[in-house]
C-alpha cells in the first residue's frame, strides 16, 4: 500500500491531476486569489491533505456528478457545490461501505490485491451542499470556471470550462467509456442533446480533462461520441456485455472501441428515447 492515497500530477501551470486509489481523477485549478477542486475522489485518505500539499489558497469545492469516485471524498469539506438533481445519488454513493465496496472492485479488476484500511474512510457528517447552476462562473483571479449542465452519465452531471486554459474539465460525461445504462442516467436522445451543445461550444477548448482512462483528450472525442448516439438512435445493434444486460457500440473485451477512435458508449436498449415508457 502507498503512503499516501494519493497521487499529484502536474499538468500545466496551475493545473494538477489528482490521481485516487480507484483509478480515478479529480483536478486543482490554481487561480492567483483561490483555487478550485474538481472532484474529490473516492473518499479513501484526505483530499484536503493532498490539496493543502499543493496550495494554502481558499478553495472552491465543484463536483461534476454525485458518484462515489466524484464525490467520496466531500465530507472533507463544508461545503461543495452539486448539481440537485444528484444530490440523493451523492448520498447515498458516499457511504462508507460504498465507498469500500468500489474500492475493492478496481482492486480486483486490476489485480493489485490492495488492502484498505476501514479508518481512512471519513464518515459522512453535514456538510452544506450548494447548488450548481448552469452557466454559474467561479472567478478565481487570472482564470474563472464556469459550469455547463450535462445531462446524460448521471441527470445532474456537470463540466467546467476552463477559458483562460482552454480547458473542459469532463467527469464522466466525455471520456472512452460514457456509461448511460444506469436508472438515473438520462437517455441516449438527451446525451446526444448535451453533446451537441457542448460540440458547438468547441471553439473555446482544445483539451478535454476527463476523469477516467486516458487524459487529455481532444475535442475529437466529442464527434466520435456523437457517432455512437446516433448510431443507437438509427436503431444499429449494440455488442452485448458479458452480464447480458447491457449493449455497447464498438467495443472489444476490455469495453474499448475496436476502430482506435476514443469515445465509446454503454446502454441499455430500454433507455435510449426521452420518455421511451410512453413508446410503443
Not at 33 to 55: F, H, K, M, P, W
Not at 118 to 129: D, G, K, Q, V
Not at 208 to 224: F, G, K, R, V
Request: proline share 6%; hydrophobic share 40%.
Amino acid at each position: 500500500m502507498q503512503d499516501f492515497p494519493f497521487r499529484m500530477h502536474p499538468m500545466w501551470d496551475g493545473v494538477y491531476r489528482i490521481e485516487g486509489r480507484g483509478a480515478e481523477y479529480a483536478y486543482l485549478v490554481l487561480g492567483t486569489r483561490r483555487a478550485a477542486l474538481v472532484d474529490t475522489c473516492a473518499g479513501y485518505g484526505s483530499i484536503r491533505e493532498a490539496v493543502e500539499r499543493v496550495t494554502g489558497l481558499p478553495l472552491v469545492v465543484l463536483n461534476t456528478h454525485g458518484h462515489v469516485d466524484h464525490a467520496g471524498g466531500d465530507y472533507d469539506f463544508d461545503e461543495v457545490y452539486l448539481h440537485p438533481a444528484d444530490v440523493p445519488l451523492m448520498q447515498a454513493e458516499t457511504q462508507p461501505a460504498r465507498r469500500l465496496w468500489f474500492l475493492r472492485k478496481i482492486a480486483d479488476a486490476e489485480d493489485t490485491r490492495a488492502v484498505f484500511a476501514p479508518a481512512l474512510l471519513a464518515p459522512p457528517r453535514p456538510i452544506r451542499l450548494l447548488p450548481l447552476r448552469d452557466g454559474q462562473t467561479f472567478d478565481l483571479g487570472g482564470t474563472t470556471l464556469q459550469a455547463f449542465d450535462v445531462p446524460g452519465h448521471t441527470r445532474g452531471s456537470v463540466c467546467f470550462l476552463d477559458r483562460e486554459r482552454r480547458l473542459l474539465l469532463g467527469g464522466d460525461s466525455f471520456h472512452a467509456q460514457v456509461q448511460l445504462f444506469f436508472d438515473y442516467s438520462a437517455s441516449v436522445e438527451c446525451y446526444a442533446r448535451s453533446l451537441a451543445r457542448i460540440g458547438a461550444m468547441r471553439k473555446a477548448f482544445d483539451l478535454i480533462l476527463p476523469c477516467h482512462n486516458q487524459t487529455p483528450l481532444s475535442p475529437a472525442c466529442l464527434d466520435e461520441l456523437s457517432q455512437a448516439c446516433e448510431r443507437v438512435l438509427r436503431g444499429c445493434a449494440g455488442v452485448p456485455q458479458q452480464d447480458g444486460s447491457l449493449a455497447a457500440y464498438a467495443v472489444d473485451a476490455k469495453g474499448f472501441r475496436l476502430d482506435g477512435q476514443v469515445g465509446n458508449l454503454f446502454y441499455t436498449a430500454s433507455h435510449i428515447f426521452d420518455n421511451q415508457e410512453d413508446r410503443t
